[in-house]
């Protein structure tokens, strides 16, 4: 190929926790020490090389079986192959060996944290230390979704070092930091740099919340400490950009503020525990800020409550803004998740929201979130802009439909909408939920606002800025009134057949 590609590494998982305010006043400058070697003696024992091996099952095909790999982080990896294929061409069982990066936390206890990726579908765990000894270990509890594992090995009569955790909420962008590790296989491996930035999402699972850093981290690494200038762990290296898997100085490790939250769940449950709010939500966008007279878009967008008997969100409405969360800042619609699941199963949490554009405090409290491969968030973000694809919310409640005759031949077509009262009729026809009121869009003109925003006919329209809409004619007289007081977009409540909601913001030019 005669053009580079650009790959993530996918060393890598999520974060939580929202970082530090930022400062007004510029704090005094700590200049980077002469030498890290003093720093590096007291950690280098703590830091471990986890070994992994796997049994992978051959299969039946084959004049011409495919490659296999060379164990991972390897300095020799390409100066040789393994060959499983038999004489007759097919497959046979093969090991496959890989190499990560992981640290000690509980000398007494063998506790030793490391990337779910690095010990993903094992069959043995080794750790590795700097003296050459090599102990069993067994997991005690994972988490896919922030990739992070938590490992006992029995020390017996071998003394470990342990290193403690520091806090990543205040760590600033610019701050000196040293990654050790095993990359390539290399052990005890000591690599310095600066926070190159905070709160990177780099679409890796549901809580991306990661430190960026330009110490040099490459394939083995994973799992290994980024500590600051006081021997403190205040990352998880796990990822990193690169177009041929060696370091380019783009690498990602997850914050400690979250981590830690994690491995006392493995280490207490063998699982993570986390809060579940049961709604959904969306972004906060400049039009949806702009529609709902908004000075900004911080906040998430509540779109929909998910009906879980577990879980009291009913002072929560569709429409509202959250803005805190547990006495926490929620910039964006990623950030709220985040903050749920770090919070207390069962816990009750004071909600700040934009209600009627006035804050007002609101009471839930919070359930626990099933894990399943299709959960990625306790949350369900819904993109306003492509409609989202997420679990059944609950409509908002609108005054009865006046059927008669004459109301109900009533149509118009506005937005590049053509609406129509909801009759018995029409809710047959188009297959919409009993508990689903307001006005049908009955035709989408293509390339209008509308259609745009992937409203489609059998759509129904449940409020507009917030009041609700059961005629053509109201929908008309709310929009002329948003027009009349200057506003540029109008702020829709559609609910698909099944009544899922969602928010959708239409110009009004």
């Known amino acids: 190929m005669t053009c580079l590609r650009l790959l993530i590494a996918v060393f890598v998982f999520t ?13 005094p400058l700590r200049k980077m020490p002469d030498s890290v070697s003093d720093l590096a003696a007291g950690l280098l024992d703590a830091v471990v090389n986890i070994s992994t091996s796997q049994t992978v099952k051959g299969t039946e095909e084959t004049e011409n079986p495919p490659d296999t790999q060379t164990p991972d982080g390897s300095p020799f990896q390409e100066l040789f192959r393994d060959f499983f294929a038999g004489k007759d061409g097919k497959q046979r069982s093969r090991t496959v060996q890989s190499l990560g990066s992981g640290f000690v936390i509980n000398a007494e206890k063998g506790l ?11 069959d043995e765990i080794e750790v590795n230390f700097t003296d050459g000894a090599k102990l069993k270990a067994k997991l005690l509890g994972k988490d896919p979704k922030t990739d992070l594992a938590l490992l006992q090995v029995a020390p017996g009569r071998k003394k470990l070092t342990a290193v403690t955790f520091g806090d990543s909420g205040q760590v600033r962008i610019g701050d000196w930091v040293m990654a050790i590790g095993n990359p390539f296989g290399f052990g005890g491996t000591v690599t310095t740099g600066i926070v190159s930035a905070r709160n990177r999402n780099i679409n890796a699972g549901p809580y ?7 110490a040099a981290i490459n394939r083995g690494n994973s799992g290994g400490p980024l500590f600051d200038m006081y021997g403190r762990v205040i990352g998880i290296n796990t990822a990193i950009v690169s177009p041929s898997g060696g370091s380019i100085g783009i690498g990602f490790a997850i914050p400690s503020e979250m981590a830690v939250a994690v491995i006392d769940q493995l280490q207490q449950f063998g699982e993570t525990r986390r809060g579940w709010l049961a709604i959904r939500i969306q972004p906060v966008s400049d039009e949806v800020a702009q529609a709902l007279g908004l ?3 911080r906040g998430a967008l509540v779109s929909g409550r998910i009906a879980d008997d577990t879980v009291d969100n009913k002072g929560l409405q569709d429409g509202d803004v959250i803005i805190r969360f547990a006495g926490k800042p929620v910039k964006d619609a990623r950030t709220l998740p985040r903050i749920v699941a770090e919070s207390p199963v069962g816990r009750k949490a004071d909600v700040v929201v934009v209600r009627d554009g006035k804050e007002k405090t609101v009471q839930v409290k919070l359930g626990l979130l099933v894990e399943t491969d299709s959960s990625d968030e306790n949350t369900d ?14 409509v908002a409640p609108t005054p009865p439909v006046d059927t008669d005759k004459k109301k109900s031949n009533e ?3 506005l937005l590049g909408m053509e609406l129509a009262v909801l009759t018995d009729e029409r809710r047959k026809e188009f297959s919409v939920a009993d508990d689903v009121s307001g006005v049908i869009v009955l035709d989408v003109a293509r390339g209008s606002a509308a259609d745009r925003k992937h409203i489609i ?5 449940v409020d507009v800025n917030q009041e609700v809409v059961a005629t053509p004619a109201t929908v008309a007289k709310r929009i002329a009134l948003l027009k009349n007081t200057g506003r540029k977009n109008a702020l829709l409540m559609v609910a698909d057949a099944a009544g899922i909601l969602r928010f959708v913001t239409l110009q009004l030019d």
Request: aromatic content about 4%.
């Open 208 to 214: 991306d919340d990661f430190i960026q850093t330009d």
């Open 15 to 27: 974060g939580f926790a929202a970082g530090a305010p930022a400062q007004e006043t510029a704090a």
């Open 457 to 461: 006919r059998g759509n129904v329209i």
């Open 112 to 122: 030793i944290v490391t990337n779910n990726h690095v010990i993903a579908d094992a």
């Open 411 to 413: 149509k118009i077509v």
């Open 295 to 297: 000075p900004d878009t």
């Open 381 to 394: 973000i819904d993109d306003e802009e492509e409609g989202g694809d997420g679990k059944a919310g609950t």
